[in-house]
């Protein structure tokens, strides 16, 4: 089993900015397979969508609508990945989760990141 830790949400104003830090604990074993880490949002009344993803080797991909606005980075050592977000805006209000992929989907407990215009 995988327990996911998320934190870093929260209220700011257009143009801020905020970090979401999730930490990843269980099984030594378990720990030591994991493939990909990301985030997803879901905003209200809106599907969820993946916002962004880092794979074990470092490669990153994101949504077009954060591309250059949002850093995914990860400290192995930690089991630990983040989502630096600069130049928020409103529209990137909503429930942030970050996942982890093993054999299986983890899932964190998710995040409010609200941004006001």
């Known amino acids: 089993q995988v327990q996911l830790v998320e934190s870093g949400g929260g209220l700011v104003q257009a143009g801020g900015s905020l970090r979401l830090s999730c930490t990843a604990s269980g099984s030594i074993r378990s720990i030591s397979r994991i493939n990909d880490m990301g985030w997803y949002r879901q905003a209200p009344g809106k599907q969820r969508e993946s916002v962004a993803v880092i794979t074990s080797g470092g490669s990153t991909n994101y949504a077009d609508s954060v591309e250059s606005r949002f850093t995914i980075s990860s400290d ?9 977000m600069n130049s928020l805006k409103p529209e990137d209000t909503g429930v942030y989760s970050c996942y982890v992929i093993l054999v299986n989907v983890y899932w964190g407990q998710g995040t409010q990141v609200t941004v006001s215009s």
Do not use: C, K, P
């Open 76 to 84: 192995n050592a930690q089991n630990t990945v983040y989502l630096q």
